[in-house]
């Protein structure tokens, strides 16, 4: 098997509405673009390539033999497109060069994760008049669940922290910075857990798949079961009623 050929039909399948079908000559198959499979494919696979692709999870049938790229293969993608010291981390979100303000005062670049990239993605959606699909209200029901869902989602310290000072013998002792993380913690996920509890369920699935976990809306309606373009739809009704309920 060609790795390099590999590679590129997985990147690719990861352009919108790429698919991986048989070949008109039943000789393996191709990836189309945008599903259209009257055009030449980009890249060709054997049938053995594409179980072997299939086998390790990378792709995904989406019926009728066609294959589509899968949260795996996307991942994968992503980690060959990164710096090799940052393949691992670039596999859940890209990474960006961004200027930040150091303790001691200087204006340095570091590089990071982008924590607005799934945002402008919403804002990016259209209707069939070309018009933003999302208004301002429902981007920031979206915004906001996102950030309390990053906070819920920080790290406590595992075992003793041999560092902090000592928690007081009663309940008006002073406590630790590791107990402030926890309460922030807890705090944030219980207004997540409020928020989506607002929502009917295939509601509250949809907007923590695509808000939350960064699903893309036609990957979320195949695991669904959904008919195509409902995820949209149902996406929109759910983050205004959160929209309703700030």
Known sequence: MSERRIARALARLASPGAVLAPGRDASGFGVYVKGDRRTRPIVRLSTMEVRA???EGAIEARGDGVFVLSAAGASRVSREAA???ERFVAQHRP???RAVVAADGDLRTVRGFDADAPIRKLASL???N???WLNQAELAAASRLRADWAQSEVGALRGSDWMAAPIG???RGPGTAQEAVMARRCDARKRVADALAQLAPPLQRVVTRVVLHEEGLEAME???GWPARSGKLALK???AQLAAAL
Do not use: K, Q, Y
Request: proline share 4%.
């Open 222 to 224: 195949r695991a669904e």
């Open 53 to 55: 692709l299939e086998s």
């Open 169 to 171: 013998s009663t309940s």
């Open 130 to 132: 070309g018009a933003a």
């Open 83 to 85: 710096e090799p010291a």
């Open 95 to 97: 990474v960006i060069a």
């Open 237 to 239: 009704l759910g983050l």
């Open 126 to 128: 259209r209707d069939s």
